[in-house]
């Protein structure tokens, strides 16, 4: 279970070139979502620092929540019943910040991050292998990060190797030939993957 089916990440990747995984604020948050046709909805149950964005094509229904908020898992829990109008349970799961929100607070005090559900020992391999060693852009000119590498494999992993390891170039294989199958423009697809891959290589995977 995750955020899979909320998420049109290959629509995004062709009508975007990309899918925004956090945003220095919630203004440049409303100000992507005005220029790209989305929409911002806050969630019932009076949740503080939490929204919902929405976008009919590519078809993205989000959950975004501020980087400092307590009480995220709870919250996310009851967003993902209110849009799907179901309950779920999270022994396995983690709910993930999509960038991890220690590292984003101190880059962005006030910044803003897509929120998914995804197996636990596969955010933790994420976690420990991938994203502590990327460096993100926090220039001044600079107020979106989007979904790469770590993000992605935590999107599509589905299984872990025995004894808890996650084999990234498997998963990212798997990936590749899954969405080969969709009517997506293949050689946006084949740039994704490309660059994914120069990703594994720079961080010397």
Not at 17 to 28: E, I, L, S
Not at 70 to 76: D, E, G, M, T, V
Not at 172 to 179: F, I, N, V
Request: charged share 30%.
């Amino acid at each position: 279970m995750n955020l899979t089916h909320l998420m049109d990440l290959p629509g995004a990747l062709e009508v975007f070139g990309y899918m925004p995984a956090a945003f220095r604020n919630v203004h440049a948050l409303e100000s992507w979502a005005n220029n790209h046709r989305a929409t911002i909805e806050k969630p019932g149950g009076n949740l503080p620092k939490a929204r919902f964005l929405f976008c009919q094509y590519p078809s993205l229904t989000q959950v975004w929540m501020k980087a400092d908020k307590a009480n995220y898992r709870r919250h996310a829990k009851l967003m993902l019943e209110e849009l799907d109008d179901r309950e779920y349970t999270l022994a396995e799961y983690d709910v993930d910040h999509v960038v991890a929100r220690r590292r984003l607070r101190e880059m962005w005090p006030d910044s803003w991050v897509l929120m998914q559900f995804c197996e636990t020992g596969i955010n933790r391999a994420i976690g420990s292998k991938v994203e502590r060693k990327i460096r993100y852009d926090c220039h001044d000119d600079v107020d979106r990060i989007d979904i790469g590498l770590a993000e992605f494999i935590k999107l599509v992993a589905t299984t872990m190797a025995p004894r808890g390891r996650l084999d990234i170039h498997d998963a990212l294989g798997k990936a590749e030939l899954s969405y080969e199958r969709l009517s997506v423009d293949a050689a946006v697809m084949r740039s994704w993957f490309s660059r994914l891959r120069n990703e594994l290589v720079r961080l010397g995977l």
